[in-house]
């Protein structure tokens, strides 16, 4: 069965040792909220975070039979990181001292402007609060899309860091793709660049 849908990509399970020929990637269905491991073609250009409008032929496995680009975010993961930044360290010791389990907050470049939203969520328990968003059980679109409706559909940067020390996730969303902020979150936590070929 062939169907059409809107889809977020998101780390496939052997992104790091894919073949050349035969590539799973996880796609977010935006209308269920449910991932799925589809297998995509030599040369196809999906990266993390993408928006795309997917073809789908729903075999064994599941294919990604053609796709359209719809908007170009980017999703960056990156666990046991060490400094964590200011920002999200602060939220963090609010959040602990008042007993929540999240907080959040914009963030602002050194002349004041507002450069993208910070998130922190306790981790550990019962659940992996960054396993969860880096596969698709705990969906990332909620925030994203609540950026989105306050500063209008762009592409963005997301970026999810767990300290080292553990204890709580940082969700940052950088509002400018390519901006200061984004560029300076990759190099701080030895990110790199996308590799885009596709913008």
């Not at 995509?40 to 680009?69: K, N, Q, T």
């Not at 959040?104 to 992996?128: K, L, M």
Request: glycine residues 10%.
């Amino acid at each position: 069965m062939d169907e059409t849908l809107a889809a977020r990509v998101l780390p496939g399970p052997d992104e790091d040792q894919a073949s050349a020929d035969r590539r799973t990637v996880r796609l977010l269905d935006r209308d269920r909220y449910e991932p799925a491991e589809v297998l995509v073609g030599d040369g196809e250009e999906l990266r993390p975070g993408y928006l795309i409008d997917a073809d789908i032929e729903w075999s064994e496995p599941a294919r990604l039979e053609a796709f359209s680009l719809r908007r170009p975010t980017l999703y960056a993961f990156a666990d046991a990181v060490d400094p964590v930044f200011e920002v999200a360290r602060d939220l963090w010791e609010t959040a602990r001292a008042n007993g929540d389990g999240m907080n959040s907050s914009v963030t602002r470049n050194t002349d004041g402007e507002v450069n993208g939203v910070c998130y922190v969520f306790a981790d550990g328990g019962a659940g992996d609060r960054f396993r969860e968003f880096r596969d698709g059980t705990r969906p990332l679109e909620p925030l994203v899309d609540r950026v989105n409706e306050r500063e209008g559909a762009a592409p963005r940067e997301v970026f999810v860091l767990r300290p080292d020390d553990g204890g709580y996730v940082v969700v940052t969303i950088a509002l400018t793709k390519g901006g200061h902020f984004a560029e300076t979150l990759r190099d701080t936590y030895g990110l790199g660049q996308s590799g885009e070929s596709v913008v």
